[in-house]
């Protein structure tokens, strides 16, 4: 985030509510679907960001129960 301005810039860029963007840098990791939206927000603020740095933490899957 601190690379890319800050929460506020990367929210403002992205379009995104600002506790969207301040929830991501307090769990310390960013949805994997939103390193590529990132990545086009480095290069529009004249940045390089290598999607293999951003902590990302996919989807857990959905568990279900088996009913009788």
Do not use: F, Q
């Not at 890319?4 to 600002?18: K, S």
């Not at 310390?28 to 990302?56: I, K, M, N, Q």
């Amino acid at each position: 985030m601190d690379a890319l301005g800050g929460v506020t810039a990367v929210a403002n860029e992205c379009g995104l509510p600002l506790t969207t963007v301040h929830s991501w840098k307090r769990a310390g990791y960013v949805p994997a679907w939103r390193v590529p939206e990132l990545v086009r927000v480095a290069e529009r603020l004249g940045s390089a960001l290598d999607p293999s740095a951003v902590p990302t933490r996919n989807a857990r899957p959905i568990t279900t129960r088996a009913t009788a």
